[in-house]
C-alpha cells in the first residue's frame, strides 16, 4: 500500500521500499533515503533511519507523522496525519529512533504502516575528488558527503578511493570537481553487496578513522564507507574481526 492522503502525504505499508514508492510517485523523492532501495521501510526505521539526506535533515525517523505497529498480542498507533507537533511527534520519535541505547534498542514490534510528508524531486551536482587516505571535511552548503574505499567505489559506479559530495544543482553550478553523475543511479549500495556481512556503525570522526584503518588492515572483503549524518558518520564496514573492536572505539555503537 502507497497512497498520497494529503498534499505531499504518503501513507506507506511497512513492506514497501524505496523502489516502490519511486514507482508509484516518480516525481517525488524522500527528505532521507535508505542506502538500499529494495528493503522493506520497516527494516531502515529498526536501523535508526540514517541515510541519504541526514547530514541536514536528520533521521528518517524523525520526519514520520503517524506509525502502526504490532506486537503478538495487540496493534498500536501513534501520531498525526498531517504534522509532526511536538506533543506527538517527540514522544514518538524517541520510540522509533532505534539510538544505540538500552532505552532506544528495543524493537516496536512489527511496524506496518507509517505516514511520512515527501517533497517534489530536485536535481543535483554530485562532485568526486581522488583521496588516498581518509580525509573527511563536510563543505557546506553540501547535501551529502561520502567517503569510500576502492571496494565501496566499485559498488557505487565510482573509479576508486575518494570523497563523493552532494549538491543541490541549484547552488553547485560552479563548483570544481569531477561530476560523477552515475553515482545518483548506484547509490543504493547494500543492494549491491550479495551475501556480504557488513556492520552499519554509528561513530564520530576519530572513531570512523580507526574504522578506516581496521578496514584497510582486514584480509578480505576490506569494505568501507563513510557518510556524514546529523549526528557524526554513519559507516558500513566489512572486515575480518573488525566487530570484536568495536567497543575499543570511543563513541562508536553498531547499530540494526
Not at 500500500?1 to 514507482?23: F, P, Q, R, T, V
Not at 532506544?104 to 588516498?132: A, H, M, T
Not at 556480504?196 to 564520530?204: D, E, F, G
Request: proline fraction near 6%; avoid cysteine; charge should be neutral.
Amino acid at each position: 500500500m502507497i497512497l498520497e492522503i494529503n498534499e505531499n502525504i504518503l501513507k506507506i505499508s511497512g513492506d514497501a521500499s524505496l523502489s516502490d514508492i519511486y514507482s508509484r510517485f516518480p516525481d517525488y523523492e524522500l527528505f532521507i533515503e535508505p542506502l538500499s532501495s529494495k528493503k522493506p521501510l520497516k527494516e531502515f526505521i529498526s536501523s535508526g533511519g540514517f541515510g541519504y539526506g541526514s547530514l541536514r535533515e536528520g533521521p528518517f525517523n524523525s520526519k514520520i507523522f503517524r506509525i502502526k505497529w504490532k506486537r503478538p498480542k495487540y496493534s498500536f498507533r501513534y501520531g498525526l496525519t498531517d504534522s509532526t507537533l511536538y506533543a506527538a511527534g517527540y514522544p514518538l520519535h524517541r520510540l522509533v529512533s532505534a539510538l544505540p541505547h538500552k532505552l532506544y534498542n528495543k524493537s516496536l514490534g512489527d511496524i506496518q504502516e507509517i505516514v511520512i510528508p515527501v517533497r517534489p524531486k530536485r536535481e543535483f551536482k554530485v562532485v568526486y575528488k581522488p583521496e588516498e587516505i581518509f580525509n573527511f571535511n563536510v563543505p557546506s552548503m553540501a547535501h551529502d558527503v561520502i567517503f569510500v574505499n576502492n571496494k565501496a567505489a566499485s559498488l557505487v559506479g565510482l573509479p576508486g578511493q575518494g570523497t563523493v559530495v552532494v549538491y543541490p544543482s541549484s547552488v553547485a553550478s560552479e563548483l570544481a570537481g569531477v561530476d560523477v553523475e552515475g553515482f545518483i543511479q548506484k547509490r543504493f549500495i547494500e543492494d549491491n553487496l550479495g551475501e556480504s556481512k557488513v556492520l552499519r556503525v554509528l561513530t564520530q570522526k576519530s572513531g570512523a578513522t580507526r574504522l578506516y584503518e581496521l578496514a584497510e588492515a582486514a584480509t578480505s572483503d576490506n569494505l568501507f564507507l563513510a557518510l556524514s549524518v546529523n549526528i557524526g558518520l554513519l559507516v558500513m564496514i566489512a572486515g575480518e574481526g573488525i566487530e570484536e573492536k568495536l567497543p575499543e572505539i570511543p563513541l562508536t555503537y553498531r547499530i540494526r
